[in-house]
């Protein structure tokens, strides 16, 4: 499979986007063993796996990356073209990465109890995301 | 190749936990050309490559984390029910990333000759951590 | 493909170093869907994905990691023998990572529009880089 499927959220990590699981599921199924690569056509935007369960782990991810990347007027940022949020998010991007790969293991992800796949939106007003989907194995 | 290895560390980097290096050491060596997939199944712990010479250099890279990542009741987060040390560890676990893919040449892991493979905990007191071990190739 | 293709460049993150897209763009036409594993051979250096258009997303992602990571006598590190840009170079090789998925389409690298390739250099004075790069697919 490699299709482009897309997905928006507000700036915020956001666990196990559905539409990501929903258009992989019975592709999915077809693997003994193999590897799911996720990738997102984006840089101000990214991709990581973390706790799927307590959404505050969510917020305060977002509250640290706030914190450690300055913002606004006071930031040292010379590419401001795009707004004050944009060369932040740039930063956030390369920080988490905008692709990952998850073995599938009998038709399905795995991955463990508490990991989830988060989309993370770095700008203020989303725009939709794409991710390419690529499923190898046997 | 898709197993389930169990390993344990305290809370710092660990370059070349043995018992990785040791679960697939054999499987390796059928193939010529091909990426081994290691992927973790915990999101307070990370996978990274760094310098496997200078233990200081983990040392320095725990320093890191430990000032950059604010702990303790001082700090911002609201996921605290876990402990102090968890929040710190998810962001930590995004920061450096739970899966790393290393080209296989002539049936061995083909890195630099100063790469080392870390099992980077971040909880103080750590659990078993499972690694799930994949390789493709010819 | 597996080869070694060395590359170099002064401190700052380069986006699409030509040296990458040359080695690989005759073998990367012979996959019509697959995936390209770029692995930086070193651990002192980093490759992420970012802005392929305005170069001052690069000097300000190289501000982000000079701030975020002292640098000089007053930094916490035990590791100096190679000198003061050498333990902040380890640091940021583990935050951005050595290694990149890239999906193939057709042929090309399936990227998004904005998206380039960034050989992300963190020592003062680079020494030539190897990058071992695999390619998979049908």
């Given at each position: 499979?490699?299709?482009?499927?897309?997905?928006?959220?507000?700036?915020?990590?956001?666990?196990?986007?559905?539409?990501?699981?929903?258009?992989?599921?019975?592709?999915?199924?077809?693997?003994k063993?193999?590897?799911?690569?996720?990738?997102?056509?984006?840089?101000?935007?990214s991709?990581?796996?973390?706790?799927?369960?307590?959404?505050?782990?969510?917020?305060?991810?977002?509250?640290?990356?706030?914190?450690?990347?300055?913002?606004?007027?006071?930031?040292?940022?010379?590419?401001?073209?795009?707004?004050?949020?944009?060369?932040?998010?740039?930063?956030?991007?390369?920080?988490?990465?905008?692709?990952?790969?998850?073995?599938?293991?009998?038709?399905?992800?795995?991955?463990?109890?508490?990991?989830?796949?988060?989309?993370?939106?770095?700008?203020?007003?989303?725009?939709?995301?794409t991710?390419?989907?690529?499923?190898?194995?046997?």
């Amino acid at each position: 499979d490699d299709g482009r499927h897309p997905a928006t959220a507000p700036r915020l990590p956001h666990h196990h986007p559905q539409e990501i699981m929903h258009a992989i599921r019975s592709d999915l199924s077809e693997f003994k063993c193999g590897l799911a690569h996720l990738f997102l056509h984006h840089t101000s935007a990214s991709l990581t796996l973390n706790e799927n369960y307590d959404p505050d782990v969510q917020t305060d991810t977002e509250t640290f990356l706030s914190r450690i990347v300055p913002e606004g007027p006071s930031a040292p940022w010379r590419h401001t073209i795009e707004g004050s949020d944009d060369m932040p998010a740039h930063i956030k991007s390369s920080m988490f990465g905008c692709a990952l790969t998850i073995p599938i293991t009998d038709g399905r992800l795995n991955m463990g109890t508490w990991q989830g796949i988060w989309l993370c939106e770095h700008r203020d007003y989303a725009t939709p995301r794409t991710i390419v989907i690529t499923l190898s194995g046997i």
